[in-house]
């Protein structure tokens, strides 16, 4: 595709040229284009699979420049948002996407996405998928489009620590959007030290943006806050005895505070699928002599953040959304603090507590030193629209460069239906898929367990977790547990994260995902 094309400002930068005299495009202050053109329309399509994909994809793609034409498509993998969590996930777009939270979009499977694309294709694709499927299609389009659209991927909500595998599998996009100043330097340093080029660009996350603190309102037309909402994730915590602990306090908080509704809040209902699969739900550890009090819900996080006194979790995305409305909210450290845990980034941030606080009723604030460099940062400062622009300006000119996989050696064909295979489960009903699966499977279970063996011979060292903290040493300046200590605070934690340290990512077996 060729042609002149414009865009207005994105966040401050400036748009792009037209291509100069050697054809590239270049970078000026607006872009410009013969007296007799009008403006190009872009045209970007984003595709979801997953719930948290399906709800970043949908809302990154809504803080699009108002002049874009945009579109959203499901793909087809083993653990495809139902339509439900799909209504919950589209709720709040734009007009371009509203209808979306109606009638949201049914899966299509890879093939039949990729070749939509092929036969029209877009200036730019969302791929907000789940690892392995992005690698898949992120391959598909570059094998079979010849004029490909510039392709943007990503990784929803809290990416910090750096994820090596989340690098891996997007190492070909040609953006990889993140939503801090501190995730951008960390990923940059994985990225080189992995033999990547970095490709990072910096965007709000769209959940942190500041939202209405009105609250839901009575009969009478009074707001009415009354919830205290426990964020629940399906793999943190991952052992179900900590799990049920969590409950428990949840449990006393109900008791001690009938005044409040204590909400555990879902992602998923029974039957339905998550980005990580859950092994413990929290509905079934809920004791039958629980307070009438203790409720269990699902639906938008937005709407329980309407009528909510405080925020709770370990370390859901989510409490960015609570602290974007001025809600205040609690990252417990119970279990310690630690990369399996995602609750690193929290440190310093105010919002750090225990059980302990949690049923005494005693909430953290976030505090503004912490908050720039997390995710709190001014939009003037990002760049992820301009360097779309920029890059859908290469593609016009026929400049865009293809990115190097960091897989290094595919296999061939037979390789390449393995990968498919992983990434689809029983979605993939190829003969060499079956193939590939037979003769991979027994592989990949010998490598387990040799892995497993090797463990046991010689462990490896403890993942290093620092101490649990609450809002009450925050208050006395001191650090670690203050006062008495919180129900069934820390021991074993070490032990804990050594097991759960960096599991193999990958969607047919069920492990986190990427």
């Known amino acids: 595709m060729s042609g002149a094309h414009v865009s207005g400002p994105v966040d401050g930068a400036s748009a792009l040229d037209g291509p100069g005299d050697g054809g590239a495009p270049t970078l000026g202050l607006e872009a410009r284009l013969p007296s007799d053109a009008s403006p190009r329309v872009r045209r970007v399509v984003g595709l979801v699979d997953t719930d948290s994909f399906a709800k970043w994809g949908a809302h990154l793609l809504a803080t699009a420049p108002a002049d874009w034409d945009l579109e959203l498509r499901t793909v087809a993998t083993p653990r495809s948002a139902s339509p439900k969590q799909l209504r919950s996930a589209f709720r709040g777009l734009d007009r371009r996407l509203a209808h979306l939270h109606r009638e949201p979009p049914a899966p299509k499977d890879v093939d039949a996405v990729v070749e939509e694309l092929r036969q029209d294709p877009p200036d730019a694709v969302l791929v907000s998928l789940i690892g392995p499927v992005a690698e898949l299609v992120i391959d598909e389009v570059h094998r079979r489009i010849p004029d490909r659209p510039v392709l943007v991927s990503g990784l929803p909500g809290i990416s910090f ?139 938008p996080m937005a709407e329980h953040l309407d009528r909510a006194v405080a925020l709770v979790t370990i370390s859901s995305t989510a409490v960015l959304e609570a602290a974007a409305r001025g809600v205040p909210a609690l990252t417990l450290t119970d279990f310690g603090i630690g990369r399996h845990l995602i609750n690193e980034v929290f440190v310093g941030s105010g919002l750090e ?128 547990l203050s006062g008495p200590s919180a129900p069934g605070a820390t021991a074993g934690v070490a032990a804990r994260s050594e097991r759960l340290g960096d599991r193999e990512q990958e969607l047919v077996a069920g492990r986190d995902a990427g």
């Open 353 to 480: 507590g225990d059980a302990v606080d949690l049923v005494e009723g005693r909430f953290g604030v976030v505090r503004p030193e912490w908050m720039r460099d997390n995710y709190f940062h001014p939009a003037s400062e990002n760049d992820w629209q301009h360097r779309l622009v920029e890059l859908m300006g290469r593609r016009d000119a026929g400049t865009l460069v293809d990115r190097a996989p960091a897989r290094r050696s595919r296999g061939g064909v037979l390789r390449r239906a393995w990968e498919r295979k992983n990434a689809l489960g029983g979605a993939d009903r190829s003969p060499l898929g079956l193939l590939a699966l037979g003769i991979g499977a027994p592989i990949r279970g010998a490598k387990r367990l040799a892995r497993r063996v090797r463990a046991m011979a010689d462990p490896p060292a403890p993942v290093v977790v620092a101490a649990p903290t609450s809002q009450r040493a925050a208050a006395s300046g001191s650090s670690g």
């Open 161 to 299: 620590p750096s994820k090596w595998k989340g690098i891996f599998f997007r190492a070909r996009a040609d953006l990889f959007v993140l939503h801090s100043h501190r995730e951008v330097r960390a990923y940059e340093e994985t990225a080189r030290e992995g033999g990547v080029e970095p490709h990072f660009a910096l965007a709000t996350l769209p959940f942190a943006r500041s939202a209405g603190k009105a609250g839901m309102t009575d009969g009478a037309g009074a707001s009415v806050r009354d919830s205290v909402v426990f964020a629940a994730q399906p793999s943190v915590p991952f052992e179900r005895a900590d799990r049920a602990l969590v409950v428990r306090w949840l449990v006393d908080t109900a008791r001690e505070h009938p005044e409040w509704r204590v909400v555990i809040k879902t992602r998923a209902a029974a039957g339905e699928h998550q980005t990580h699969r859950e092994e413990h739900p929290y509905p079934g550890l809920v004791p039958a002599d629980a307070p009438i009090n203790l409720v269990v819900e699902s639906g």
